[in-house]
């Protein structure tokens, strides 16, 4: 399924399999051609046309509408919440399975085809990246949670006013009275009968934090550009999730309503079978004599009661069947699918043995610095195999010339998305250094902004992990300093974006983009033409998404100050409870009394130590898969078991 290829130069040794094509990564972007899956000979069809920036606009609007009122309001599963999407999934369902089939059986001329079906497509994954976990859950909240954590807190609050932050930042009118105010109060209960929700109050905030969440967009955009060419066809990743995502919208035969797989017969029963299982389940929580209950689940808990299993860590005893993973593993490469499962088993293993002969344990946190370190190799690690073709595309931008002096700029497909990604990058540095943030962390906190969602969009093109989350944060970087080494700026802005870093991550704006570029790939538009449309498609998608989804977002914060049902979590005891009031106080408030206070609290692990296992465990194992054929794990492997699911 993926190509053997030959390791760096630096090492001797025969092929082995990295799901890379050195030979293809030596051409530059010039030569290069993303192949799609449909027939090359095929004349290429338009993808930007007025009905599918319409319908992708539609489905824009329904997932960044509907999410916040699913997610906070009714706190039903979440619509998005991982990178294949509930939302998506069903949406396309319908449109090909009923909307396209019809048009296809009485007005075949007028049916949607696969370029536009991958347009649409591209849009929905962009606007998934909006509502929830992938940025304003976590960036709404916080520009009022200082106010609301500093009525309990007065170390932190007289820590945050001396900053004398721009009051635009902020919805309030004035900072020092920002606890006083309504904007602040009602967005944590609920407005009484008869007032409005204060919109006007946020537009002059969200114009000024736009300014920089524009650029990190641009960039991240730009980069998912950049990396498809790269990991796609140079690297031929797997891309499962947009292999089942393409399976979705492929093209019909001639005289056909469905294409191959809605016409499958096995496909049909598949899908009957777990609708069948999860309903029987639903209806056996409601009415427990009538419907049995199907186990998806094992408990070893009880065989496993005694040392050395019992040290073994509740998870592991006991887990759930997921029907989406069997369906993933199907894609992906054998040796990385071993190294997922058995890389993740010997962590835990060790963190037994840990717990009952040393009677110690590996911290939370502990894994968190080696995730950091394993992830920083990792980049490197792309860095490094993608060398010649990343060289290639800075000479094509400049126009430079290569090594044998001929000038290698016959394309510039890349010249935009290089130029792009740079100015985001110098806007957002220009932003940080207007705050009057200190040089070095306004450069390191843009590192652990792009470093996450990097990592978390390779790990999900090479794995198809639709649940995961980087963890490395600027945060980790900061309180292993002494407290005198930050400013009050500093340690304010490293909270924001640890908030609004990593953790957005879970619905990575750069790896939605990615998947919905490749679908494009796959189904074989002209990208050349149309290059233009499909930036201003994403552009506008953007706009569009964050417009809708901060206006829904404010409206359910606004007219409802707890659920209405509690059907995810008996915890959820007001809307958006993480956003609001978790988040904020473990990576802002806490952090920044500590500050205040001039002292961190020690560590019960040694982050140096950890720092250097991860990193130089994936380097260890990123050498090995290079130099040995036969070598049975990857270093994907490890990075994804440190990471968060």
């Known amino acids: ?36 899956l ?31 009122v699913n997610d906070y309001v009714v706190a039903n599963s979440f619509l998005v919440g991982s990178y294949l999407p509930v939302v ?48 304003l859950r976590s960036f709404l909240p916080l520009l009022v949670a200082p106010f609301q954590h500093g009525k309990s807190n007065q170390v932190f609050w007289n820590a945050f006013v001396n900053l004398h932050l721009p009051g635009w930042l902020f919805p309030v009118q004035s900072i020092p009275e920002g606890r006083n105010s309504d904007i602040v109060h009602f967005f944590y209960t609920r407005l009484e009968p008869g007032r409005a929700v204060p919109y006007a109050a946020w537009v002059l905030p969200l114009l000024g934090w736009g300014v920089f969440i524009a650029a990190l967009f641009a960039t991240l955009v730009a980069l998912a550009w950049l990396v498809r060419q790269q ?14 995502q393409f ?37 056996h929580d409601y009415w427990p004599k009538k419907f049995p209950q199907i186990p998806l689940e094992y408990d070893l808990s009880g065989v496993m009661s005694q040392p050395p299993w019992s040290y073994l860590p509740a998870h592991v005893k006991r887990a759930s069947l997921f029907f989406t993973f069997l369906g993933v593993v199907y894609f992906i490469q054998a040796r990385t699918a071993f190294s997922m499962w058995s890389i993740y088993l010997i962590m835990q293993l060790v963190g037994t043995y840990m717990r009952w002969r040393m009677q ?6 502990a894994w968190r610095d080696q995730h950091l370190g394993s992830a920083i190799v990792y980049l490197i690690g792309i860095i490094w195999v993608g060398r010649l073709y990343w060289a290639s595309v800075l000479r094509n931008a400049f126009g430079l010339s290569d090594a044998t002096g001929s000038l290698r700029g016959a394309s510039t497909r890349h010249r935009g998305a290089v130029f792009i990604a740079i100015a985001g990058v110098l806007v957002m540095f220009a932003w940080l250094c207007l705050m009057q943030l200190s040089v070095w962390v306004a450069a390191l906190i843009i590192f652990f902004l792009l470093l996450p969602h990097i990592v978390t969009a390779r790990i999900v093109a090479e794995t198809g992990m639709p649940f995961i989350r980087s ?39 750069l790896a939605y983009t990615l998947h919905g570029m490749r679908n494009i790939d796959l189904a074989g538009g002209d990208e050349r033409r149309e290059r233009t449309g499909l930036a201003l498609v994403i552009v506008w998608t953007l706009l569009l998404g964050f417009f809708v989804a901060t206006w829904s977002s ?35 408030v806490d952090p920044m009394t500590r500050w205040a206070e001039k002292r961190f609290p020690p560590k019960t692990h040694d982050p140096l130590v950890h720092f250097g296992l991860g990193l130089g465990i994936t380097a260890g194992l990123q050498v090995a898969a290079w130099r040995w054929p036969w070598w049975p794990f990857v270093p994907v492997g490890y990075v994804a078991s440190t990471a968060q699911f």
């Not at 110690?360 to 946190?365: C, E, F, L, N």
């Open 554 to 588: 404010l409206w359910c914060y606004y007219s409802y100050a707890t659920p209405i049902s509690h059907s995810r979590s008996s915890e959820e005891v007001s809307i958006n409870s993480h956003g609001l009031y978790v988040l904020p106080r473990e990576e802002l």
């Open 360 to 365: 110690s344990d590996v911290t939370t946190a």
């Open 471 to 509: 963890v490395t944060t600027m945060m980790q970087f900061s309180t292993n300093l002494p407290a005198t080494a930050l400013s009050g700026r500093d340690m304010f802005f490293t909270g924001v974006f640890t908030i609004n870093g990593a953790n957005t991550t879970r619905e990575s704006l």
């Open 231 to 244: 990991w796609g066809v140079n690297e031929r990743l797997a891309f499962p999730l947009a292999q089942l």
């Open 88 to 135: 998506v999934v069903v949406s396309f369902f319908l449109l090909v399975v009923v909307f396209n089939a019809l048009l296809y059986r009485f007005i075949p001329r007028q049916a949607l085809q696969t370029p536009e079906l991958a347009v649409i497509l591209l849009m929905t994954l962009v606007a998934c990246s909006l509502p929830g976990q992938g940025w």
């Open 38 to 68: 449909a027939d090359r000979a095929q004349p290429r069809r338009r993808g930007v046309t007025w009905r599918s920036v319409l319908v992708g606009s539609l489905l824009a609007v329904l997932v960044c509408g509907l999410s916040p």
């Open 1 to 36: 399924m993926i190509a053997p290829i030959a390791p760096p130069r630096w090492l001797a040794g025969e092929p082995t399999l990295m799901a890379v094509d050195v030979a293809d990564s030596r051409t530059g972007p010039d030569q290069d051609r993303l192949e799609p």
């Open 247 to 283: 399976s979705l919208i492929e093209q019909p035969e001639p005289g056909r309503c469905l294409n191959s797989l809605f016409r499958s017969r096995s496909f049909w029963i598949a899908l009957a079978g777990v609708f069948l299982v999860h309903s029987v389940g639903s209806l």
